[in-house]
């Protein structure tokens, strides 16, 4: 319901949209196919709840494609996606040709983990670089469950990794034959944690084997809405 | 006014770093943040600035003085914030141009990236990056530094990194007696010329010249300090074999920066070169090069500490173009 309306209200807000020239994308973190809510406590299928407090992750080099061959990329490289910052969530692509598919990564790519400090959304201090120990962190999902047996059942997700087999930056691929001038992409939370047994796994805040599975378990279950 | 502008001009040009003769290319990219007269003040005011920590009580400097060829000396583990003491020992920051990686564990990539780790540390200034340039924008001093550095007065965290850097990377020491000698304007004495033939047989495959290091991690036999269980290197890499390797401090400047080894744990030189003669404890991962150990007799003790003197670079510790920019704080704050 409240996803449709956002829908419904960006169709209606974004008259760009309208001309067939631009494409809007909105990367919505879900549960149930809606928009997550901060503090808002959700179920588990165990009848656990849980909550969010945080969602925020880079979305990067967006291209278009037609039959695997890249038709457009976006000229801004690097999205922060933040649910606390609701503007952060759309992301427009001027002047796109037709196309069947659409790619970006989750996470940021070695090249900038590996070149010092950067400007804009990769700037350190949004919070998304570690300090410890260099490199990107490529997705932060925190909030708390009673599952969790830590301080404040708190969940703590800071999945990043840049090198080697520790590379935790992931590919997407979402087909459309319609090419609408609108999606949303769904980053559906529920269809993550299912796969994530919060009593065991909580609190990853290094790269590694867990932090790679983790990010590649994100990317499966990202959608186009509706789809 | 025109030689006003030509001043301003002169600050904000470009400024070429200059590579001591027979030294390696830096690692550093210079060309994606080139030096200016203006950013490196501004990273040395930063440098000194205790504003980066969460109380304002800390700044670089305080583990970090000149005097001391930039690192805490005395201290084994150095102190942060609300006397919050850290695990290793603070090192010696110079020639950092040429360094690849950063920290005694390699666990920073960069030196732009590398001021978030004692910033953001609980036990070192236990603050936020945001906090920070949130502080710097709205203090009196800092937007028209910002301004005069970037040609904008908004304050990023990119461009306090970037200027941090700029500061850092003047920090070269090439003016040790050892660097005269090179140049062929000084002579070494009978003894330092024997240490110096000591030291390229013993020490100089991990504390290569130029820069008397090799930039590598290596487990130079030190017995593990159960109070601390520093595993080194593997807590970054993860790899056994990284197993209490630390990155090979360089030998410059050592009269300045005691006490010895990343936990600081050798209070002079002496108790080093014992440590390479009769201390080395053989575990997987140590050095190749001290298998058989370091045999040196009390002579040989006596030349190699001369050539280490030799090393030291009294001009470094006393530029004042390094040291706390006294003229740009009041005289109640900084430091």
Known sequence: MQLRFLVWLCMFCAPLAATGQNLLLHFVPTWGHQPIAAGTYYKLPSDDSLQFSSFRCYVSHISLAVKGKE?????????????????????????????????????????????????????????????????????????????????????????????????????????????????????????????????????????GTEAVQLARQLASVIKIAGR | ????????????????????????????????????????????????????????????????????????????????????????????????????????????????????????????????????????????????????????SVVTGQKLLLSLSQFMLTLVSNNARYDSVMRGTAAFTEHEQKGYTLYKTHCSSCHAEPLFTNNSYENNGLYVDNTLNDKGRMAISIQAADSLKFKVPTLRNLKYTYPYMHDGRFKNLGQVLNHYVMGIQHTPSLSPQLQRGIYL?????????????????????????????????ETSEGL
Request: hydrophobic share 35%; proline share 7%.
């Open chain 1, 71 to 207: 038709v457009y990329s976006d000229a801004n490289p690097y999205h922060l996606i933040d649910m606390a910052e609701p503007q952060t969530m759309n992301v427009l692509l001027p002047q796109i040709p037709k196309y069947y598919e659409l790619r970006f990564a989750l996470g940021v790519d070695s090249a900038m983990s590996v070149s010092g400090a950067h400007s804009g959304d990769l700037d350190p201090e949004k919070g998304m670089y570690w300090a410890w120990q260099s490199g990107y962190i490529n997705f932060k999902i925190e909030g708390s469950s009673p599952l969790c047996n830590t301080r404040r059942n708190e969940f703590q997700f800071h999945i990043g990794g840049y090198a080697g087999k520790d590379n935790a930056l992931v590919q997407v691929t979402l087909q459309n034959t319609d090419a609408p001038n609108e999606m949303t992409i769904e980053i559906p939370l529920d269809a993550w944690m299912q796969q994530t047994d919060l009593r065991r796994q909580n609190t990853i805040m290094s790269p």
């Open chain 2, 1 to 152: 006014m025109l030689f006003a502008v030509g001043l301003l001009a002169f600050r904000t040009e470009k400024l070429q770093f200059a590579t001591p003769k027979g030294w390696p290319k830096p690692v550093y990219d210079f060309s994606k943040n080139p030096l200016t007269q203006n950013k490196i003040e501004l990273g040395r005011m930063l440098f000194y600035d205790p504003v980066l920590s969460r109380d304002s009580t800390i700044s670089c400097a305080s583990c970090h003085s000149q005097y001391n060829a930039f690192t805490h000396v005395d201290h084994d583990l150095s102190h942060g914030i609300d006397n919050r003491i850290g695990t290793r020992n603070s090192p010696a920051l110079m020639n950092l141009a040429w360094s690849k990686t950063f920290m005694w564990d390699g666990a920073v990539n960069h030196l732009d990236v590398q001021a978030l780790a004692p910033i953001t540390n609980p036990l070192e200034m236990d603050e936020k990056l945001p906090d920070v340039t949130r502080k710097l924008q709205r203090s009196k001093r800092y937007p028209a530094l910002f301004y005069k550095a970037f040609g904008d």
């Open chain 2, 297 to 329: 007799t009390n002579d040989d003790k006596f030349f190699l500490m001369a050539f280490l003197m030799t090393l030291n670079d009294k001009r470094y510790v006393s530029n004042p173009a390094f040291s706390y920019p006294k003229n740009n704080f």
